[in-house]
């Protein structure tokens, strides 16, 4: 979910939308302005979690990588502590971006290993962004006996009203 960090983006609202969406384990965040922005999230999605008879028992956490900050865009993820368990983050320059993709490497409560990738790959350099996806996709090849659970916003602009080609090459 990019968040959009502009200056027009206000993260209370951003928090109403979250809410509304209810049931959700993980969320995977782009352009998180601020540490104060994501507890807002956080605490949004506990509050949530208690309303009415379609609770979810559950609580919320968070992490927001460093990377992307000069520019108010660091990534982020959320994440149900009932259903992840050993939760560890990494930050990983493995693929080109002007922002490292954040990692999170996990157990599911039932015991399952699990890598989530969280990218924000470039929108305004096309080639960048090819390379991105070549580095990404040769990483997912290294790592092809793992879990892996890809997220984020690639910037692929794809758009199936228009006539062929679809998106882009990346």
């Known amino acids: ?4 960090s502009d200056s027009d983006t206000r993260p209370a609202l951003v928090a109403e939308d979250m809410h509304r969406l209810p049931g959700i384990d993980i969320w995977a965040l782009q352009e998180v302005e601020s540490e104060e922005a994501l507890k807002l999230f956080v605490e949004t999605l506990n509050d949530a979690s208690t309303d009415g008879e379609d609770s979810i028992n559950g609580l919320y956490d968070g992490f927001i990588g460093r990377s992307g900050r000069r520019w108010r865009d660091p990534l982020g993820f959320i994440y149900r502590v009932d259903r992840f368990q050993t939760v560890r983050f990494e930050e990983s320059k493995a693929f080109g971006g002007s922002r490292d993709a954040l990692i999170m490497i996990a157990i599911l409560a039932d015991g399952t290993p699990v890598t989530l990738v969280n990218h924000h790959f470039n929108r305004g350099d096309a080639a960048r962004r090819q390379r991105q996806a070549y580095l990404f996709r ?29 998106g882009n090459p990346a």
């Open 1 to 4: 979910f990019n968040v959009e």
């Open 138 to 166: 040769r990483w997912l090849a290294a790592h092809s006996d793992q879990a892996i659970i890809s997220i984020g916003d690639f910037n692929f602009d794809y758009d199936h009203l228009k006539s062929a080609p679809h």
